[in-house]
């Protein structure tokens, strides 16, 4: 009796007293964990999908719908026949340590972002900057050197986000923006953490905090979202237990499209890949769909270029690089080469590491023998993207609109076809929209074509949520984990 009574007045007492606060904090898991916290210094998308819109902004963003939004700027000018852009700041910007927020900031990370000792990964975004000048604290003017009606775009990027001199010094493990959450502390090999920037000049955010957790195992992965221990995991890499989750009320899957071609990356200096019969021959050993089944239980579109299917400019050229083995051995002939060895690094991703193992017997099948080196995501930045050393890799390539990489000679699959190149040169000073369309429809032909590397599929976005959260993006026009529309429903 005793017992009886006591838990009903605690029930009394609870609905007596004040309502339970709203849930405002979450956990979101991701696959890699970035190198640094500076998206101006450092290729890995792992960066941008923890600072983007975030902690840091740029002139102008892109929107979940990929359309380029305004950020920092409230507005821009086009002059001089898209030759010129004038960007009119907002008034009353801080950065995170108190700082102010002016044109001589955005001066300063144009100029750092287009210098010759430059460390940006994207330096191809500010190369056609003529003169960056700040008219006054809140209009800035960037002089280009030929019209490019793409800049706004251009500056929506994670590589053109605006830092200030005062805090550079330590971005890469204490990044200082303007955005509507600050960096609050970054355990390594564990999580990230921000924090409600409470002194946001813009719309504020409903959550209060946020932590990104880093599990790259997809068995781990599962156990986390179902033990509760992440709320969400906008990439999720188990794509085998989505049925399983999605059947669980608990959580909502959320299928989308992504920005990534995921590619057989092919060092095209190396001996036998310098050869493009043996870089064909490669291409038509791949059964694309049985890696989208075997290493993505499905999920992937099928692609024959560095292009996203989803792009009203993507050309299907599938079919210039169909599985056909018979022809695989037949190229290998032709080229002279028989008995060929070739190194494999897989990066941690799950289309690299299973796809992988896919792709190395299919290469088999026609001769290929591979030897694979599994690399966590510093030794491929360091060894495979910075240093060249390697012959195949498989990576998926998650920045927008990113063709033009094929320009650049000293990239990591190292290309640089002179004629790739004036295409880019061309389209960079093209403003019609028909006219650059024709021009991206060439670029893809060409690379495909010269068989630069061996095309697999479009990387689906799966992720898994609680059923409770929304704003989270569904598709990924660019690489980010954006929070800023993020909240909890009752």
Known sequence: MFHRLTTTAALLALAAGPALAAQDTITLGMVLEPPNLDPTAGAAAAIDEVVYANIFEGLTRIGPDGSVRPALAASWDVEDGAKAYVFHLHEGVTFHDGTTFDAEDVKFSLDRARAEDSANAQKALFAGIETVEAVDPLTVKVTLKAPDGNFPFNMAWGDA???????????????VGTGPFRFVEWVQGDHVTIERNDAYWGEPVALSRATFRFISDATAAFAAMMAGDVDAFPNYPAPETLAQLAADPRFKVIVGTTEGETILAMNNKQPALDNAKVREAIAHAINRQEIIDGAMFGYGTPIGTHFAPHNPDYVDLTALSAYDPAKSKALLAEAGV????????LPPPTYARRGGEIIAAQLAAVGIQTEITNVEWAQWLEQVFKGRDFDLTIVSHTEPADINIYARPDYYFQYGKPEFVALMDKLSVTTGT???????????EMIAGDYVNAYLFQLAKTGVANARIEGLWENSPTQANDLTAVHWVE
């Open 161 to 175: 986000v605006i830092v200030a001199p005062e805090s550079i010094a330590t971005e890469a493990t204490k990044p």
């Open 338 to 345: 028989s008995d060929l060895k070739l190194r494999l690094a």
């Open 434 to 444: 028909t006219e650059r369309s024709a021009i991206l429809k060439s670029a893809q």
